[in-house]
């Protein structure tokens, strides 16, 4: 179960319920013409994400954007997941880290090296066809790229 908090006016926060898992997660929600979803947080958090989407009145299908502020599981490891419930939306992510996205098995294979090869259960799952994806540079903010999926 998520819980959706007004942080500031058209700024939300989706969490996890207090006392599960998921609690210590959060994704934002910034409304305006176009909707950008910053932090998808790890894959099993994408319940969380839908939940409180829907709450609000929005879907999936209903952002522009999705912006990993960073690379590590916790922030990005699922990022896979809701751009594939949102196909039309475009990929924000430093330069450093879109290689992480492109080839997650470098994300993969660090955060084992973090954890002991035993990777926390909420980040277990990554969705492995963001190779498919590739970088547009974005001129219009130095160092930032929009990855554009080719899906099928």
Excluded at 25 to 44: C, H, N, R, T, Y
Excluded at 87 to 101: E, F, N, R
Excluded at 104 to 133: C, F, M, Q
């Amino acid at each position: 179960m998520s819980i959706v908090y007004e942080e500031a006016e058209n700024i939300y926060r989706i969490t996890g319920e207090p006392g599960t898992p998921l609690a210590s997660f959060q994704s934002f929600l910034i409304v305006d013409d176009k909707k950008v979803l910053v932090e998808p947080g790890p894959s099993a958090f994408i319940r969380e994400i839908q939940e409180g989407l829907r709450k609000l009145g929005f879907t999936a299908n209903s952002l522009s954007y999705i912006f990993p502020t960073h690379v590590p599981m916790d922030h990005a490891g699922g990022t896979g997941y809701p751009a594939r419930l949102a196909p039309q939306a475009k990929i924000i992510v430093h330069q450093s880290g879109a290689k992480h996205l492109l080839l997650p098995h470098k994300l993969i294979e660090g955060a084992k090296r973090a954890y002991s090869a035993s990777l926390p259960p909420v980040w277990a799952t990554i969705i492995h066809d963001i190779i498919n994806w590739t970088l547009k540079e974005n001129t219009m903010a130095y160092g930032t790229y929009f990855i554009e999926k080719n899906m099928v």
